[in-house]
Nanobody, 122 residues
């Protein structure tokens, strides 16, 4: 059973930056498709960004393109999400997720972290 542990959330002012990390409990995460999802208060959970297994091909939801960057260090089994120019609407619980099979984060993930709260407010 893969375990995912997120960190890096917190309170940041609008326009600020924050980097989230997600550590997976495997020696090498190369063969896992991994992604970041978020859930704002009163909203459903949505996909934010995805990094495909092996190729590390990246994708982003339109709302964060140009502001967020997903990256991974497979040797450390860690997924990152660099967030800049943060807006109040980016507020929510950010979840890391992973799966062993599949070329998309949109059709279901196998493993989930507990989430880390990001609050963008002045």
């Amino acid at each position: 059973q893969l375990q995912l542990v997120e960190s890096g959330g917190g309170l940041v002012e609008p326009g600020g930056s924050l980097t989230l990390s997600c550590k997976a409990s495997v020696p090498d995460s190369t063969y896992y498709t991994m992604g970041w999802f978020r859930q704002a208060p009163g909203n459903e959970r949505e996909e934010v960004s995805c990094s495909l297994r092996i190729s590390s091909t990246r994708s982003y939801v339109d709302a964060v393109k140009g502001r967020f960057t997903i990256s991974r260090d497979n040797a450390k089994s860690t997924l990152y999400l660099q967030m800049s120019s943060l807006k109040p609407e980016d507020t929510g619980v950010y979840y890391c997720a992973a799966k062993r099979i599949g070329s998309s984060c949109s059709d279901g993930m196998e493993f989930w972290g507990e989430g880390t709260l990001v609050t963008v407010s002045s």
